[in-house]
Nanobody, 118 residues
Framework: QVQLVESGGGLVQPGGSLRLSCKAP???????????IAWYRQAPGKQRELVAS???????DYADSVKGRFTISRDNSRKTVYLQMNSLKPEDTATYYC?????????WGPGTQVTVSS
């Protein structure tokens, strides 16, 4: 099993920045390093959507809505994936979750709330 824990959410004004972290505290690096980690978000009344992902080889992918504003990265020594979010908009308000798939099983963190409002 892979436990994922998100942190870094909060309230920010439009145009502001936040950095989210997704840590796998109970995994050893040999388990964490090969994993593709993704960030999803879900706003009230909407479906969960993929925001960004990063492979073990650091290949990244982004939703069109966040390209140029969000950056995903990973620090394998810390077993952590980051989501740097800049130029935040009210429509970025959502609960953000990190996700991975290992041997066909999906794992999710509990989520961290991001609210963009003046």
């Amino acid at each position: 099993q892979v436990q994922l824990v998100e942190s870094g959410g909060g309230l920010v004004q439009p145009g502001g920045s936040l950095r989210l972290s997704c840590k796998a505290p109970r995994s050893i690096t040999s388990v964490f390093n090969p994993l593709t980690i993704a960030w999803y978000r879900q706003a009230p009344g909407k479906q969960r959507e993929l925001v960004a992902s990063i492979t073990s080889g650091r290949t990244t992918d982004y939703a069109d809505s966040v390209k140029g504003r969000f950056t995903i990265s990973r620090d394998n020594s810390r077993k952590t994936v980051y989501l740097q979010m800049n130029s935040l908009k009210p429509e970025d308000t959502a609960t953000y979750y990190c996700n991975t798939n290992q041997y066909g099983s999906e794992y999710w963190g509990p989520g961290t709330q991001v609210t963009v409002s003046s």
